[in-house]
């Protein structure tokens, strides 16, 4: 329990519930580091127990004098603010966070200069920097990194974007300092609770900017490398995972990120092989401590889907919904997963539901859920889409209305959403092939299914009879249509092990490239899905010459960068990358 009065008591942070010890936290009447550290620790727990605004009633008394209650502060708002994509949230979140820095500034060495630490640790003993100032570097460094988050959405702008890269970028290096304050202070044998706690800092920031750097395609990580960032996915990795078995304050958050890592960026910008057994391990003591948290419970939905247990998934997601109602904006993350859940199953009806919950509620993105809900709509049959009262044609014309600009440019998913849709824009509409599965084509929704045979041959059958209703009717779009459903027949093959099968789907592809008007992106989507059953295969060579040939030979197409993305793990994953420091 955090320290009341003068400070005195158990230097470990307790991790029970906290918030059933006493009908009101009382707030400190002093403070010093290790307290501030124990109280920020509480507020985590109020958060992880879906006790948001209580965890924020703890933290703001001190916020503008202890810099960890100015760190956890500030923390919950930008999250807050990220979900809801509101302005005065942002705005909101935006002050605390000057504030925040202001405060960390107060604690920083009084000579120490952005990026200058590593030179202050060489010319005198680590043990004349005060415990304080050193904690004072990681919570400045931790904030700025939030403020180039917020900084990227409050104006829609390229200037902000530099001004984020430049806060990403001064974060960066005051991690390395730290890494080397730390080193130096490990060989000096100096052991303390503060260094304990400020190791587990380093290494969530240190391993967090190496995996995030780590994804990036080679040509923007060699851009970046002039400006001094490097990154190496399995040092990264290594750090989180000694961070996440630290019992620091920082080890839920290391936890979380890796957690965020295996159940989401492997799959969106990876091959979708995300290490699940190890999300288990990760995520299996907090779902002890936290059974009814809405995050522990969110990322439990999610591995279940990524399992293909897809009613158990439904569940946990109806769980998360229920536990708490203070934060809205987890339940449309939840709306999300659920929609796709039942769009796995084919549950045309169920998911039409949360789509239409999520363009009603959520400001993330309209024109996508707007999308969702017409391409949902164009999979059921005519008498059920009669039956919801919505017209198909009406829905797609709206796309384009409502699509954002994110530093003066249309955002990629949204931009591909409206270029789909305008096919309903002409006096006679060419309806869209099986959109609704190829937008989860797009979001690697086929690596999930494939968990699940009688959900993969329940989509073949779907495809292959849209393959024969093409047949009925020529247009413009008639190869582009074949194409696609080309593509997504063979990836069910695929999963379904018929490999042969799934190779002539895809060389089919290939065949067509130059009968192709508009979706010229399935050329080199299909070349890397090519490459990856190759792989599957076990031939190496032919694998990275496809994946290659993708990478290369193609430029200018939708969904380009999500590919480059995709492409580089692929690529990483055939070949063996060396482990550096930071």
Known sequence: MARVGNGAGNNDIDEDCFEDAFDQIPVACKMDLQTSIEECGMALNLVLNNKFSEALD????????????????????????????????????????????????????????VGSLSSLVTKQASENLKEEEMHAEICYAECLLQKAT??????????????????????????????????TAQEAGTQTEALRQFEGGVKLGIGSFNLMLSLLPARILRLLEVIGFSGNREFGLAQLREGAGSHSLRSILSALTLLFYHTYVCLILGTGEGNLVEAEALLDPYVEKF?????????????????????????????????????????????????????????????????????????????????????????????????????????????????????GKSIPIEKFAVRKSRRYNSATPVKLVVPALEMMYIWNGFTIVGKRVDAAEALLITIEKAE????????????????????????????????????????????????????????????????????????????????????????????ESRLHFRIHAALSSLKSSPVSTP
């Open 58 to 113: 703890l933290l703001k008394p001190w916020a503008k004098d202890s810099m960890y209650h100015a760190l956890g502060y500030s923390s919950i708002l930008v999250m807050q603010a990220a979900m809801t994509f509101e302005h005065r949230d942002i705005q909101a979140a935006m002050t605390t966070i000057k504030e925040a820095l202001h405060t960390c500034q107060k604690f920083r060495k009084k000579s120490s200069m």
């Open 468 to 559: 024969q209703n093409l047949h009925t009717t020529i247009s413009e779009y008639t190869v582009d249509d074949e194409c696609l459903v080309q593509l997504l027949k063979g990836l069910c093959l695929k999963h379904l092990n018929r490999l042969l099968q799934a190779e002539l789907c895809f060389t089919q592809v290939l065949a067509s490239e130059k009968r192709i008007r508009y979706d010229h992106y399935l050329v080199p989507f299909t070349l890397y899905e090519l490459g990856l059953l190759y792989k599957l295969q076990g031939d190496f060579a032919k694998a990275t010459k496809y994946v290659e040939d993708a990478k290369l030979n193609y430029k200018d197409y939708s969904m």
């Open 150 to 183: 917020l900084t990227f959405v409050q104006d829609e702008n390229m200037i902000s974007f530099i001004k984020g890269g430049i806060k990403i970028r001064t974060s960066y290096q005051i991690y390395k300092d730290c890494q080397h304050l730390l080193n």
């Open 291 to 407: 059974p009814k948290g809405s995050i522990i419970l969110f990322y439990t939905a999610r591995i279940a889907t990524l399992r293909g247990h897809f009613e158990k998934a439904q569940q946990k997601f109806q769980e998360c919904i229920s536990a708490q109602q203070q934060w809205r904006q987890i339940h449309h993350l939840c709306y999300w997963e659920l929609m796709w859940c039942h769009s796995f199953q084919q549950q045309w009806g169920q998911a039409l539901k949360y789509a239409d919950l999520l363009y009603k509620e959520s400001r993330w993105s309209k024109a996508i859920y707007m999308y969702q809900k017409a391409a949902i709509l164009t999979m059921m049959s005519e008498e059920e889409a009669r039956q919801t009262g919505e017209n198909v044609e009406e829905l797609f014309k709206q796309v384009e209305g409502l699509k954002q600009r994110l530093a």
